[in-house]
Structures are given as structure tokens and as C-alpha cells.
């Protein structure tokens, strides 16, 4: 095994790299609005409507599908 999954060094690398493609997608997102482009104010509130609904949805099976707990015996 290359990391043992408690390494700080792998937790600052993913952190790294989250912030640098966090920082490009922000710089494009500016740039879009500064073009007035439709597309920049559609595409990120559609995704987090996606999300939310495919959470809703997970959370509403997840509930439908649980199983009822077994009574306790009786002492």
C-alpha cells in the first residue's frame, strides 16, 4: 500500500488539488458572467437542483425501504 489512509500528506494533496480546480472553475464562472453568457447562471443552479433532487430521492428510498425493527422479547 502506497498511503495508509490516516496520512496527512495524501488529506493535503486531495485538499491541494480541490482548491486549485475550485480557484479555475471560479476564474471561468467570473469570466462567463462578465460575457453576460446565459450559460454560467443556468448550468450551476441546474446541477444543484440535480443534486438535491437525486438526495431527495436517495433519502425517500432509503426510508421507504427500511426495515421495521424487531419488537423486544418480552422478559
Avoid at 490516516?6 to 493535503?12: F, H, K, T
Avoid at 479555475?24 to 450559460?39: C, F, H, M, N
Avoid at 433532487?53 to 425493527?69: F, M, Q, S, V, Y
Wanted: charged letters at 15%.
Amino acid at each position: 500500500m502506497l498511503f495508509n489512509e490516516n496520512d496527512p500528506a495524501l488529506a493535503r494533496r486531495y485538499g491541494s488539488l480541490l482548491t486549485v480546480v475550485a480557484a479555475i472553475l471560479g476564474i471561468v464562472y467570473a469570466v462567463g458572467l462578465a460575457r453576460r453568457s446565459y450559460w454560467m447562471l443556468v448550468a450551476p443552479v441546474t446541477l444543484v437542483v440535480a443534486a438535491t433532487l437525486a438526495a431527495a430521492i436517495a433519502l425517500g428510498r432509503l426510508l421507504a425501504t427500511t426495515p421495521d425493527e424487531a419488537p423486544d422479547p418480552a422478559p
